[in-house]
């Protein structure tokens, strides 16, 4: 199977890479509050670990020269590993935190 990072651009299009950016301060402060709660399980809470240690190290799907595309594989790995540790988390825990989040505006 063939690796295509254009894919999340064209099943996201561009205004749903905006509004994923416009909420990734929320998604950031969910995917923490998670990680502390004990109600989710250890192997769940790896795959944060895992997408930041991706995002850090500098081994890469695509070098990041090619502009463009090199940062869209990050930002794939990023949104894939986000709905992956969501699925796998309880979800009335991540529900709970939702509506905390979104109480605190």
């Known amino acids: 199977m063939r690796f295509n990072p254009a894919w999340l651009f064209m099943r996201l299009g561009v205004g749903g890479i905006l509004r994923v950016l416009f909420h990734l301060p929320n998604f950031l402060k969910l995917i923490a509050r998670l990680v502390k709660d004990p109600r989710v399980s250890l192997?769940?809470?790896?795959?944060?670990?895992g997408v930041a240690a991706y995002v850090l190290f500098p081994t890469d799907l695509l070098p990041d020269f090619l502009l463009g595309l090199g940062q869209l594989d990050d930002l794939m790995v990023v949104l894939l590993g986000f709905k992956l540790f969501l699925r796998l988390c309880p979800r009335e825990v991540v529900q709970e935190h939702v509506r905390s989040i979104a109480r605190a505006r």
């Open 43 to 49: 192997i769940s809470k790896l795959v944060p670990l």
